[in-house]
C-alpha cells in the first residue's frame, strides 16, 4: 500500500525548545492529519489539514498543508514535558480506489527533557 | 462519555489458538476501522467498515477476520494466531470513511503470540 515518509523518527529536546516534523508522500493527497499518541493510549487527532497551502493552528502546535500536496509539516512550539508521546501524520488519497483511506507515517517520538 | 472500547487491553496466546479481540463504539458511528501498529511502521489498516454487514480489506489483511453484525461492534478474529502477529492492535470508529470526519481511536491491546 502507499507509504509516508515521516521524519525525523525521534527527537530529544529541551523543555522550552521548538519542534518541527514532517510527512512527505510520491501520490497527491486530499487531506492531511496530525495525531498524538501519548504512552499507553490511542492516538488522538491534533490538527486536520484540507486545501493545499492551509496553515492551521492549535494552541502551541501549527500545521501547514504543502502546496504541492505531497507534503506536510507539524510544529510544536515552546514544548513542555507533557508534549511527549508519538506524533502521527496521515493522508487521505486523491480519488481512485484509495478515496477515504487513510494512509500513517511510522510516526515520531518526541521527548522532552524539563 | 463517547468511547471506543477494546477488549482485552493485553493477551498473551500461543501459535494457532484462536482468539477475538472485540471493539465497541457508543457514538452511533457507521465507520470502525482496525489498525496494527508496529516499531518503525506507524499504523497499518487490517481490516475496515463502512456501515453493517459491510467490511473490506486494508493493507495488511492476512490471517485476520472481522465481522460487523451491529453497528456498535467490529470484533477482530485471527483464526490461528502465530508470532508475525504480536502487535499492538487498535479500532477506530468515525460518522463515516471520509477523512474530514474525525477517527476516533480505543485505548489499544497488546497481542503476544508465542
Known amino acids: 500500500g502507499q507509504q509516508l515518509n515521516q521524519s525525523p523518527q525521534s527527537m530529544f529536546i529541551q523543555e522550552g525548545e521548538d519542534v518541527s516534523m514532517n510527512c512527505t508522500s510520491s501520490s497527491i493527497f486530499n487531506t492531511w492529519l496530525w495525531y498524538k499518541q501519548d504512552p499507553g493510549e490511542g492516538p488522538v487527532l491534533l490538527i486536520a489539514?484540507?486545501?493545499?497551502?492551509e496553515l492551521t493552528s492549535n494552541g502551541r502546535l501549527t500545521a501547514q498543508f504543502g502546496i504541492t500536496r505531497k507534503d506536510s509539516f507539524l510544529n510544536i512550539s515552546a514544548s513542555i514535558p507533557s508534549d511527549v508521546g508519538i506524533y502521527f501524520c496521515?493522508?487521505?488519497?486523491?480519488?481512485?480506489?484509495?478515496?477515504?483511506?487513510?494512509?500513517f507515517g511510522q510516526g515520531t517520538i518526541l521527548t522532552v527533557h524539563p | 462519555e463517547a468511547q471506543v472500547t477494546q477488549n482485552p487491553r493485553y493477551l498473551i496466546t500461543v501459535t494457532g489458538k484462536k482468539l477475538t479481540v472485540t471493539c465497541s463504539q457508543n457514538m452511533n458511528h457507521e465507520y470502525m476501522s482496525w489498525y496494527r501498529q508496529d516499531p518503525g511502521l506507524g499504523l497499518r489498516q487490517i481490516y475496515y467498515?463502512?456501515?453493517?454487514?459491510?467490511?473490506d480489506k486494508g493493507d495488511v489483511p492476512e490471517g485476520y477476520k472481522v465481522s460487523r453484525k451491529e453497528k456498535r461492534n467490529f470484533p477482530l478474529i485471527l483464526e490461528s494466531p502465530s508470532p508475525n502477529q504480536t502487535s499492538l492492535y487498535f479500532c477506530?470508529?468515525?460518522?463515516?470513511?471520509?477523512?474530514?470526519?474525525?477517527?476516533?481511536f480505543g485505548p489499544g491491546t497488546r497481542l503476544t503470540v508465542l
Open positions: 489539514l484540507y486545501k493545499a497551502g
Open positions: 477506530a470508529s468515525s460518522l463515516s470513511m471520509l477523512a474530514s470526519d474525525t477517527q476516533y
Open positions: 467498515s463502512m456501515n453493517v454487514e459491510v467490511t
Open positions: 496521515a493522508g487521505e488519497n486523491a480519488g481512485g480506489t484509495s478515496y477515504g483511506k487513510l494512509t
